[in-house]
């Protein structure tokens, strides 16, 4: 079976859904099918029309089936078409009250008839363009209800085809994601300058607009000593770490679903993660698989500590999330995807 694995992006962003996109369609080859990733353009703010009429025109009409991961690519046209949805533009969804609250109300207006508009292009495209919505997380699931009608089936993406293992559980949390404000790497930095936390070093993978402004902070609280920023690194490094680590903090606001969880339990380590972390906590089992705290500093402190100082603790921590990544299949997910 020929299968498009269909995404968007911008030029030069790498995000959650490209690996994604990659890692379903390596299963869908792995199981024998003919996958190929196609990519529809993102040209971002002001231009979402251009973007849509792109992904629209995209002719994916050789292939037998079509998987889409986000907007705008579920716009394009075919007849077997599942949405395996990531996200939709957040800006003019969940993500509204923020993003209005940052710009002027002259622009806040002007936004809002571009939100209508998107709202009611998603809507149509959503409910009648593809064959089938499938949410990669129940906080995705929560979300095509409230804002589609739309009853989703929930599958969660299984961690990518990588070499993942556990070589230790060394002294350090590890954090890996873009550094923007949506990841609220610095709750981190602040839990190590809570006394709980004094003792904790974390190393810090990733870059992005809030890479300066992390370093800065660490600096005013007195941690840099303790944070090693590791800017952008390859596969092999993030592997390297997430196999010598104690344990991951992955701390999100509202996320979709975010592969650090998964990837963590895949090298059996625990995650230390926030209530309202969306999709980055649901397959966390608090006090068995990881520590789903309070969005604060001090709560996280708490948690970074009990890990830090017991590696027994890690460690059975780490043989549940091992288990809960071996229970998250690529053969049961391909399956689901493929009805």
Not at 34 to 53: N, Q
Not at 104 to 117: C, L, T
Not at 223 to 237: C, I, P
Request: net charge positive.
């Amino acid at each position: 079976m020929t299968v498009a694995v269909v995404t968007s992006s911008p030029p030069g962003v790498e995000g959650g859904h490209l690996v994604i996109a990659r890692a379903l369609a390596a299963a869908l080859r792995e199981r024998g099918h003919d996958a190929e990733i196609v990519t529809t353009p993102d040209y971002g703010f002001g231009r979402l029309t251009r973007s849509y009429r792109a992904a629209r025109a995209t002719d994916v009409s050789r292939f037998d089936r079509v998987i889409s991961l986000r907007y705008p690519s579920f716009a394009v046209r075919h007849p077997r078409h599942v949405c395996w949805l990531n996200h939709t533009m957040r800006e003019y969804y969940d993500l509204w009250p923020r993003f209005a609250a940052s710009i002027s109300w002259r622009n806040r207006i002007k936004e809002g008839v571009r939100r209508a508009i998107l709202r009611h292009v998603d809507r149509q495209l959503l409910r009648r363009n593809v064959t089938r919505v499938v949410a990669q997380s129940q906080t995705i699931q929560r979300r095509l209800a409230a804002d589609f009608g739309i009853a989703a089936e929930v599958v969660y993406p299984p961690p990518p085809l990588r070499g993942y293992r556990c070589d230790a559980y060394d002294d350090y949390v590890f954090s890996v994601s873009r550094l923007d404000p949506l990841k609220r790497v610095d709750l981190l930095i602040r839990a190590l300058a809570e006394l709980p936390a004094r003792h904790v070093r974390a190393v810090i993978a990733g870059d992005g607009e809030g890479a300066g402004s992390l370093r800065d902070l660490a600096r005013r609280l007195g941690v840099a000593d303790r944070v090693s920023f590791l800017g952008r690194v390859d596969e092999e490094t993030v592997l390297a770490h997430l196999a010598r680590c104690r344990t991951v903090s992955f701390t999100p606001f509202a996320e979709d679903y975010g592969f650090v969880t998964i990837e963590a339990f895949a090298s059996a380590k625990a995650v230390i993660t926030c209530r309202d972390s969306g999709g980055a906590a649901e397959l966390v089992e608090d006090d068995v698989s990881g520590v789903i705290c309070e969005p604060t500093p001090a709560a996280i402190a708490i948690a970074l500590a009990r890990l830090a100082d017991d590696r027994a603790l890690a460690e059975r921590m780490g043989s549940a999330a091992a288990r809960r990544a071996a229970a998250t299949t690529w053969d049961a997910a391909v399956a689901r995807l493929l009805l």
